[in-house]
């Protein structure tokens, strides 16, 4: 069983403790983004199409700044060009400032079944 961690690098504002690949960006070019996901997904077809996904993580930066749709076509993508196991479990890294109510909800309504909710001070 193989696992995909996609990393959406965007984020509101640059956290100063943060290491990862990350950028503040007011301007995403999300046709980009996408064609360079698939050629990526595309670029390792050869061991995908061969294995099984289990999981699928997006993380960041933060991905829950993603527009539904956007990780709606991505997933769509990633559903009917590789073998999918029947519970995948579907993981959307959050910031709790970055997602509204109804939000949350259409996520869960396109296959996301857990939310990794960012907290790091309280």
């Given at each position: 069983m193989f696992s995909l961690y996609i990393h959406w690098p965007f984020c509101l504002s640059k956290?100063?403790?943060c290491d990862f690949n990350s950028h503040v960006s007011n301007q995403v070019v999300?046709?980009?983004?996408y064609d360079s996901y698939v050629k990526e997904l595309k670029y390792f077809d050869n061991i995908l199409k061969q294995q099984t996904i289990g999981t699928i993580f997006f993380g960041g930066g933060?991905?829950?700044l993603m527009p539904?749709?956007?990780?709606?076509?991505?997933?769509?993508?990633?559903?009917?060009n590789y073998k999918i196991l029947s519970n995948i479990e579907i993981t959307l890294e959050a910031n709790p400032s970055?997602?509204?109510?109804n939000k949350f909800y259409d996520l869960h309504n396109i296959g996301i079944k857990r939310f990794s909710i960012d907290?790091?001070?309280l």
């Open positions: 956290c100063p403790y999300y046709d980009d983004w933060t991905p829950s539904v749709w956007f990780v709606d076509k991505l997933l769509n993508y990633i559903f009917k970055s997602l509204e109510r907290i790091h001070s």
